[in-house]
Nanobody, 122 residues
Framework: VQLQASGGGLVQVGDSLTLSCTAS????????VGWFRQSPGKEREFVAAITSTGMTIRYADSVKGRSTISRRGPENIVDLHIHTLEPDDTAIYYC????????????????WGQGTQVTVSS
């Protein structure tokens, strides 16, 4: 499974942004996908995750209520939409996946994308 994250960029406080994770390769339609982020000097942290069927979704408290994770099934794409962006949302965002576990911990993910930078300017 290969993962490609996209959609990052420079935005203003209060803006919205949608990140996309495109999966390809064998079994890419049957993976559970999670988003993580890492700011300079900090540990990589969980943001949101969705099962292969889309039936189970989890969010970190830091983005709960202002983010939505969803799947575009036929295209094997998982989108993460975050609104009301804050400076603390500035980070490199990574998508990750696993065939058996919902990746809410970095140790639970087998596959990783390369990351996309999100910078929230005040």
């Amino acid at each position: 499974v290969q993962l490609q994250a996209s959609g990052g960029g420079l935005v203003q406080v209060g803006d919205s942004l949608t990140l996309s994770c495109t999966a390809s390769g064998r079994e890419s339609a049957h993976i559970h996908v999670g988003w993580f982020r890492q700011s300079p000097g900090k540990e990589r942290e969980f943001v949101a995750a969705i099962t292969s069927t889309g039936m189970t979704i989890r969010y970190a408290d830091s983005v709960k209520g202002r983010s939505t994770i969803s799947r575009r099934g036929p295209e094997n794409i998982v989108d993460l939409h975050i609104h009301t962006l804050e400076p603390d949302d500035t980070a490199i965002y990574y998508c990750a996946a696993d065939r058996g576990r919902l990746p809410m911990l970095t140790s639970a993910a087998t596959y990783w994308g390369q990351g996309t930078q999100v910078t929230v300017s005040s």
